[in-house]
């Protein structure tokens, strides 16, 4: 006994060592980051880019360029109305936008996850409920995985194909169990909309619908004209009001938004006092037209707002499906094409900045540096993924002469063209076994873009490629763009100092022939899947810069798209009733931080 007791003793006190130290314990928190740690601690009252006392009330008319046909933007069908993610819908968590990826509890109490993040757990807050005064509970949570992984956007249904368990581990918590190392899943998880299972069980949750529907969110949609114009109203019950992460949010009573087909008619609508507050997307508008006379008597404000984000990629997209463009020699050769010198000046007042990265602006931009270690080792599986130029940091984007027919531009295009089998005869650019003419057609959204593809075309026919325009209205538009109806488009990817899952629905091979991803350019790329792969599941920052840097390089050199340009900071002019905090968060402009003087 004497000699058992001793030994049971210290068999106990290791067994609590080892539970002690295994990565399957987890501590919760109020909030979560990528990497490093967080920059609100417990406690916390508001973040730092909104005024705490900003004014309560009134009203801002927002305007939107793209009709509706649904209220539900979490599935494919229909156009969904603007304004409804955050407004109506809301997650477990809520983002802080002055931090590359930090989450704070907003449904979510409390989260937990453990070392290796291969589970992570949430506590619901017991005041959470729905704007019709139901509860929100754990089971609205694992109904909503269900719902979506089954039924919602591709986006959601590759997210939550990672989820091999959910459990529900007490009254206000549930637990979600992935099947690999993930390192963002937990955020992923977090932010993840959560739906009323009351409400979802008795309606289709895939049918387009005008029917306002319920949610947990500040705001209620209490008027809506089919197309033409949706108003949410504050909800005088909302639950959440007092949260740290809502303070100094969510101030309007009103919240209008009015349709428009054409940007002229919107701006016009602006100028007139309609329209409170708008982007501006035009630098010949930016330049030329903000004298009117609200703007010289001070009425309505103009500024650039500083960014502190990466630029994302603006880009004329290459569909890869078609055959044409199938060949990296052929999307090269035209990518040359794009006199961005002479577009800058011409038609743009020279206030962009030609984009050379999908993360310009920003240190998570490869361009003009050589692969780190990180990156050699990656690409020993990979040794023909790139080219020696973009390995070494030496690739650049054609600088062109500014003069509208570059020759330099011309014969490398035309030298890269016939190394892919085509040949130019008599003007006209044709397949040298086929005999087939090269020819496509560009896809516009507005005359915006019609003018930009113009000049490009013109380029083009020094090729002998023939191009046609066409611009569609907006519903015909968001159809073959889900579809991939299409040869070539313009498409923004936007970005932050944290890519993350999302990548894959951008650029993975297995969406690529998903209707309704973002993967426009039809990108099947192991190399490209396998950079995803690791930039998700890299736990301290800089080898995540590293394998974003990866993945840079590939999208880069893969010539997807015709990199366009960017602006230094956000356009944007409001009339002086419209009020804002005095400092913007990494992304700029927050409207939900924004209120009304009267």
């Known amino acids: ?78 156009n969904p109305a603007p304004g409804l993610r955050t407004n109506v819908y809301e997650s477990l968590m809520a983002r802080s936008y002055d931090e590359a990826f930090s989450l704070y509890g907003l449904i979510a109490e409390t989260v937990e996850t453990p070392e290796d993040r291969s589970w992570v757990s949430f506590t619901i ?38 989820v091999i368990k959910v459990e529900k581990t007490g009254p206000r918590t549930v637990k979600f169990i992935f099947d690999k190392g993930d390192w963002e899943m937990p955020l992923i998880m977090g932010l993840m909309p959560v739906l009323p299972k009351h409400y979802y069980s008795k309606v289709d949750f895939e049918k387009t619908s005008l029917v306002p529907p319920v949610g947990s969110g500040p705001y209620i949609i209490t008027q809506v004209k089919g197309g033409k114009s949706l108003v949410l109203k504050k909800n005088k019950n909302y639950w959440g009001r007092n949260l740290p992460v809502n303070v100094g949010r969510f101030n309007f009573d009103l919240v209008r938004y009015e349709i428009f087909r054409d940007i002229n008619n919107e701006f016009l609508a602006f100028k007139k006092g309609i329209i409170d507050f708008r982007y501006e997307g035009d630098p010949g508008r930016w330049a030329k037209d903000y004298g009117f006379s609200a703007a010289r008597k001070g009425d309505v404000l103009a500024k650039t ?117 085509y040949v130019l005869k008599a003007g006209k650019l044709s397949n040298s076994k086929t005999g087939k003419l090269f020819a496509f057609e560009m896809i516009a959204a507005n005359k915006d873009q019609v003018k930009l593809f113009q000049s490009y075309a013109r380029n083009l026919k020094r090729l002998g490629i023939t191009v046609s325009i066409r611009m569609i209205d907006s519903a015909q538009y968001q159809q073959r763009r889900k579809d991939y109806d299409f040869d070539m488009m313009q498409m923004t990817w936007y970005a932050s100092l944290s890519p993350g899952n999302e990548q894959n629905f951008r650029w993975n091979s297995k969406v690529a022939v998903q209707p309704g991803s973002y993967n426009f350019a039809g990108v099947q790329s192991e190399a490209v899947d396998q950079a995803i792969k690791a930039l998700v599941s890299e736990k301290r920052r800089e080898p995540f810069i590293s394998a974003v840097h990866m993945l840079d390089r590939l999208l880069v050199g893969g010539h997807y798209v015709v990199p366009l340009f960017h602006e230094k900071g956000q356009w944007v002019a409001f009339w002086k009733r419209i009020r804002h905090p005095k400092k913007h968060s990494y992304w700029g402009v927050q409207i939900d931080s924004w209120w009304a003087e009267r």
């Not at 979560?32 to 973040?47: R, T, W």
């Not at 729905?130 to 039924?151: A, C, M, N, Y």
């Not at 600088?399 to 014969?411: I, L, P, Q, Y």
């Open 305 to 421: 707002v500083e960014m502190k984000i990466p630029s994302g990629m603006k880009g004329l997209v290459f569909n890869t499906r078609k055959e044409q463009f199938s060949d990296i020699r052929v999307r090269e050769a035209l990518s040359l094409m794009l006199d961005f010198n002479w577009l800058n000046k011409t038609l743009y007042h020279n206030l962009y900045k030609r984009t050379v990265s999908y993360f310009d602006r920003s240190e998570l931009s490869s361009y003009g540096t050589p692969v780190s270690d990180y990156e050699k080792k990656f690409l020993e599986k990979f040794p023909k993924a790139l080219p020696a130029n973009i390995q070494d940091g030496s690739f650049k984007f054609h600088g062109s002469n500014g003069s509208g027919r570059d020759r330099v531009a011309r014969r490398r295009a035309l030298r890269l063209l016939k190394k892919a089998g």
């Open 1 to 78: 006994m004497t000699l058992l007791f001793p030994h049971h003793k210290f068999l106990a006190l290791m067994s609590l060592f080892v539970l002690a130290s295994s990565p399957s314990l987890a501590t919760p928190s109020h909030g979560i980051a990528m990497h490093g740690v967080l920059k609100y601690d417990k406690g916390f009252k508001h973040f730092e880019y909104v005024n705490p006392s900003a004014r309560k009330g009134g009203k801002i008319t927002l305007s939107h360029m793209r009709t509706f046909d649904s209220l539900n933007p979490l599935i494919i069908k229909g």
């Open 125 to 162: 807050r017991k005041e959470a409920k729905f704007s019709d005064g139901h509860p929100l509970t754990v089971d609205d949570v694992i109904f909503s995985q269900k719902l979506l992984r089954e039924k919602g956007r591709p986006n959601h249904r590759s997210y939550y194909s990672k």
